[in-house]
Structure formats: structure tokens, C-alpha cells
């Protein structure tokens, strides 16, 4: 099994997160969940600013502080994910989005990285003081439901992303059973 490790976001990862953008980009899809809004951005800084912006939020009834890691693979430095935390619960968040989103790249889908990704995120959830997390996904997502489920996450309801005119599904993980 391929060794996984969280890293923040920076500018030393540029390439790399370019070509993880590019896998995205040529297997057609228009969002990389847990990254931020990635692949809306055409330069690199620009995004890197926002997520640092994003880390030092104050936090309100709107806004929320996050922090997003690249997914990376031991053995040759290769992205293989994104995953975000958000350090708390909006109004917003709590109806769809969650306290993370995470993404596997198209071309490593099916290799348990997803599930793996979330196992590494929810310490630092702890280490934040998180007492439980909210997943959110899509109804018809069943390989993020999975990766939820897979690392403790219950059904806890449904809620509607209006973006996307979808149900999605709502996974709570406890994070006081260790």
C-alpha cells in the first residue's frame, strides 16, 4: 500500500499542483472538491493568496478559518488529492459543504486514497479541538459516502445543494471515539 502524507499548500508544490489540475481539467470536470476553487483560478499565487487568506479568517456567523493540504504520494512526490478543513460550522457549511471537502484525482480514483486522505485530516481536527466533523456529498456520490463511512461517518440527514440542484447526504464522525 502506497504511503500517504498531508502537506499545506504552497508554492513549492506549483508543478505538481499544476499537473493535478491538468488531470482534472482533461477528464472533464469543472471543480476539485477540497481545494479551495483551484480550478477556477489561471494563476497559481492568485489562488495560493486566497488560501492563506482563507486560514486567517476571523470566525463569524458567515465566514470560517480553513486550512488545505495536498494528498501527497511517498514514493514520487506525485498529488494524488485535496482536502480542506474548516476550523468551524457555518450556517451555510452546516447545510451543505461540511467542516471538510476532500477530492481524489481522476486518474487515481479507486485506490483508497480518499479513505486514507480523511484518516490523516481528522487528528488535526482533533488537534483544533473539533469534537465531531460533518461530511457532505452528494446522494448519488457513493464513493464519498464510502470514504465518510469508512472513517466512522453516520448518516445524520439530507440536505440540498442549490449550485448543483442535488440532494446531498450528510455523514457526522465523532471524533472522541479514537
Known amino acids: 500500500m502506497e504511503e500517504l502524507f498531508l502537506a499545506e499548500v504552497s508554492k513549492e508544490h506549483e508543478a505538481e499542483a499544476l499537473r493535478y489540475k491538468r ?3 482533461e477528464h ?3 471543480r476539485i472538491n477540497g481545494s479551495g476553487g483551484f480550478i477556477r483560478y489561471p494563476d497559481y499565487d492568485a489562488w495560493l493568496a486566497s ?3 482563507a486560514k ?3 470566525i463569524s456567523e458567515c465566514e470560517t478559518p480553513a486550512t488545505t493540504y495536498f494528498t501527497v504520494r511517498a514514493s514520487d512526490g506525485k498529488i494524488v488529492g485535496t482536502i480542506q478543513l474548516r476550523h468551524h460550522l457555518t450556517e451555510e457549511l452546516l447545510r451543505d459543504g461540511g467542516s471538510i471537502g476532500y477530492g481524489v484525482c481522476p486518474s487515481e480514483r479507486g485506490k483508497g486514497y480518499g479513505v486514507r ?3 490523516l485530516l481528522l487528528p488535526k481536527a482533533r488537534a483544533l479541538g473539533l469534537t465531531r466533523v460533518l461530511i ?3 446522494k448519488s456520490n457513493r464513493a464519498s459516502a464510502a470514504v465518510a463511512m469508512r472513517n466512522g461517518g453516520v448518516l445524520g440527514g439530507e440536505g440540498y445543494d442549490e449550485e448543483r440542484d442535488a440532494v446531498t447526504e450528510m455523514y457526522w ?3 472522541t471515539q479514537a
Open 117 to 119: 486522505q480523511l484518516a
Open 28 to 30: 472533464g470536470e469543472a
Open 51 to 53: 488560501i492563506k487568506q
Open 56 to 58: 486567517c479568517r476571523e
Open 136 to 138: 457532505t456529498c452528494l
Open 173 to 175: 464522525i465523532d471524533l
Open 23 to 25: 488531470d482534472y481539467i
